[in-house]
T-cell receptor, first 114, second 114 residues
Framework: DAGVIQSPRHEVTEMGQEVTLRCKPISGHNSLFWYRQTMMRGLELLIYFNNNVPIDDSGMPEDRFSAKMPNASFSTLKIQPSEPRDSAVYFC????????????FGPGTRLTVL | AQSVTQLGSHVSVSEGALVLLRCNYS??????LFWYVQYPNQGLQLLLK????ATLVKGINGFEAEFKKSETSFHLTKPSAHMSDAAEYFCAVSNAGNNRKLIWGLGTSLAVNP
């Protein structure tokens, strides 16, 4: 299996622009997680889906952030409008969805907002 | 509510020395416990996990951890450090409930000196 695939790997954009991050989970996995990692705040869970349904979005910072999972093999995280404080590495992870299951992480998208 | 505390944000050891990374958790229900490793510019990957059964868990790359309920601890050890062990290590906790979220520690950066 190719593992969790994220695109783009790097994104540089200007403040105010829309940013869309993409994730393809491992085939057969039922849960998908979006994380943000920064030096200041560490690893933060933004939102997670189970069977394509958002279960917990309490970590989404504000209305500028939105996430969708239209099918079992694709998810997006959108930031509109982007701000410099959104600069971070964004990870997508997937798992089979049972308690105790391992989460498999993608390589991440490094976002820089100028 | 569950929480994780990793004692020491930075740990430095000499090559060949014992590695000990500390993790304490708080949970009102039996926990599932995880250690993940993150190498520079990569996503996180599972080192080992405890769900049920034997409290001494062996993982990849010679690491192991012991679940001690009385001490609410899940410390990570390796008898002899290798230069390639230099990375960020994260402890996480979840439980057998319906919520698939992992509660993460802030991470410990391990440096290995020649």
């Amino acid at each position: 299996d190719a593992g969790v695939i994220q695109s783009p790997r790097h994104e540089v954009t200007e403040m105010g622009q829309e940013v869309t991050l993409r994730c393809k989970p491992i085939s057969g996995h039922n849960s998908l997680f979006w994380y943000r990692q920064t030096m200041m705040r560490g690893l933060e869970l933004l939102i997670y889906f189970n069977n394509n349904v958002p279960i917990d979005d309490s970590g989404m910072p504000e209305d500028r952030f939105s996430a969708k999972m239209p099918n079992a093999s694709f998810s997006t995280l959108k930031i509109q409008p982007s701000e410099p404080r959104d600069s971070a590495v964004y990870f997508c992870a997937s798992s089979y969805g049972s308690p105790g299951d391992t989460q498999y992480f993608g390589p991440g998208t490094r976002l820089t907002v100028l | 509510a569950q929480s994780v505390t990793q004692l020491g944000s930075h740990v430095s050891v000499s090559e060949g020395a014992l590695v000990l990374l500390r993790c304490n958790y708080s949970s009102s229900v039996p926990p599932y416990l995880f250690w993940y490793v993150q190498y520079p510019n990569q996503g996180l990957q599972l080192l080992l996990k405890y769900t049920t059964g034997a409290t001494l868990v062996k993982g990849i790359n010679g690491f192991e951890a012991e679940f001690k309920k009385s001490e609410t601890s899940f410390h990570l050890t390796k008898p002899s450090a290798h230069m390639s062990d230099a990375a960020e290590y994260f402890c996480a906790v979840s439980n057998a409930g319906n919520n698939r979220k992992l509660i993460w520690g802030l991470g410990t950066s391990l440096a290995v000196n020649p």
